[in-house]
T-cell receptor
């Protein structure tokens, strides 16, 4: 399967600041990337789907102006949490999908704590 | 949309015994069913998947069965080992780059 990295693995920030999380495909051309968030002992909640070179499609209830997604290349997608609030504290995970492929490969996740 | 339910929520087994996790789905158009293993603090890892054109798939100690008529699929782990302890998620999708609908997860504990 594909090797996916995320950076940083964990981050602590103050309320009101912005945090950028990177998702990289190390050996796979990801035409589609997905961003999820996961609360403790809960399932994965899809936030948005992004295709390389086009705007992301956000799930209902996810604020696109708060969670900025950029999928600039086939190997990199970024999620920026703007004006972070303590309720944004969560585990954020990206996944990759290939051309016409239903298989998703997940990154190791980023733990965000907003103080 | 697709609704995936997963049972039981927690499963404890003795080392060496088998573990079975069952999932049901609601959308008959779903045709791809992966299983993910998630260890604490890590991202989900794909362990096996099955497509709707087959009824069973096996990979060493892990197998998945699919019953399209009843719309349920199961994960079978044989000869369980302590390192099998994790949360297991089932999912379903309509294939292609369609979203995955996840179950709520199952905490498997293998008792040495």
């Amino acid at each position: 399967g594909a090797v996916v990295s995320q950076h940083p693995s964990r981050v602590i920030c103050k309320s009101g600041t912005s945090v950028k999380i990177e998702c990289r495909s190390l050996d796979f051309q990801a035409t589609t990337m997905f961003w999820y968030r996961q609360f403790p002992k809960k399932s994965l909640m899809l936030m948005a789907t992004s295709n390389e070179g086009s705007k992301a499609t956000y799930e209902q209830g996810v604020e696109k102006d708060k969670f900025l997604i950029n999928h600039a290349s086939l190997t990199l997608s970024t999620l920026t949490v703007t004006s972070a609030h303590p309720e944004d504290s969560s585990f954020y995970i990206c996944s990759l999908g290939g051309v016409g492929s239903e298989t998703q490969y997940f990154g190791p996740g980023t733990r965000l704590l907003v103080l | 949309g697709e609704n995936v339910e997963q049972h039981p929520s927690t499963l404890s087994v003795q080392e060496g015994d088998s573990a079975v996790i069952k999932c049901t789905y609601s959308d008959s158009a779903s045709n791809y069913f992966p299983w993910y293993k998630q260890e604490l603090g890590k991202g989900p890892q794909l362990i096996i998947d099955i497509r709707s054109n087959v009824g069973e798939k096996k990979d060493q100690r892990i197998a998945v069965t699919l019953n399209k008529t009843a719309k349920h699929f199961s994960l079978h782990i044989t000869e369980t080992q302590p390192e099998d302890s994790a949360v297991y998620f089932c999912a379903a999708s309509k294939g292609g780059n369609n979203r995955l609908a996840f179950g709520k997860g199952n905490q498997v504990v293998v008792i040495p």
